[in-house]
């Protein structure tokens, strides 16, 4: 369970600034206000994995987020890679946290061989360079997202994106797979495709995965990018208020002031 205090703060902002992409910025144009795109930045980032052995990892993925485990779609992955044995999943998550969730899925976290569960691990630590340089993906599928930053974290390390579209992260077919619906058979069929492309297809995408988030999900670039959209704000605004201002007050016929 994971539980969000309503925020009603768009409503009555001049103006709002947003992390995702086109589905996070979607939930907010009710209110009719400007918004503003800004990249996530990730604290992290990593070197590529010259090492790595993309045959030998085709069939092994990860599933890497917070708690909120059905919202972030947990329960859908986990119900995927039980019923195909042949490929393998790692858990990575504050597992404890969710004693119902930890007890509802038992067999499936820890008495399915092909799944592993590791719980939470820290993303600067060894054992998360180890846990991602022996998968060749990682699967999300949430039901809302502000920006998936667990799924940025991975592609950062050269992991194939599968997500769907309310993870709002940006994901083209040439470095990942954009799932339509979420559902568990969705799943399987982006798991087999990407597990069966040729070592060269799946070196091309991860990284090609690694270099758009070097690109767009750095502090530097968060920084160079909130820089100029809050200097736009003010810029936008200030003209605004100008306008506002000639408007206010008008000369009526007979030389008065009639407010507008």
Not at 75 to 92: I, N, R
Not at 237 to 243: N, V
Request: charged share 20%.
């Amino acid at each position: 369970m994971r539980y969000e205090v309503p925020n009603l703060g768009i409503e009555y902002a001049d103006y709002g600034i947003v992390l995702g992409n086109e589905f996070t910025i979607n939930t907010f144009k009710y209110a009719n206000q400007p918004i503003y795109r800004v990249p996530l930045s990730n604290p992290t980032v990593y070197p590529w994995p010259e090492q790595k052995d993309f045959e030998a990892v085709r069939k092994n993925f990860l599933w890497f987020a917070s708690h909120g485990f059905v919202h972030k779609g947990l329960d859908l992955v986990l119900e995927a890679f039980a019923q195909m044995p042949d490929f393998h999943l790692t858990v990575c998550g504050p597992i404890s946290k969710e004693p119902e969730f930890e007890k509802a899925f038992r067999q499936e976290l820890y008495e399915t061989p092909n799944i592993h569960t590791y719980g939470w691990i820290d993303v600067i630590s060894p054992e998360f360079m180890e846990v991602t340089n022996n998968c060749i993906g990682t699967v999300f599928v949430s039901a809302a997202e502000g920006g998936a930053g667990s799924v940025i974290t991975c592609m950062h390390t050269g992991l194939i994106p599968i997500v769907n579209y309310e993870a709002s992260v940006d994901v083209h077919e040439d470095y990942g797979v954009l799932l339509k619906n979420s559902l568990i058979a969705e799943i399987q069929a982006a798991v087999r495709r990407i597990s069966n492309l040729p070592v060269e297809d799946l070196k091309s995408m991860s990284q090609k995965a690694w270099e758009y988030v070097r690109a767009n999900h750095t502090k530097e670039n968060f920084a160079k990018v909130y820089r100029n959209t809050i200097e736009q704000i003010i810029e936008n605004h200030s003209q605004k208020k100008q306008t506002s201002s000639k408007q206010l007050v008008s000369s009526d016929a007979s030389g008065g002031l009639r407010l507008r």
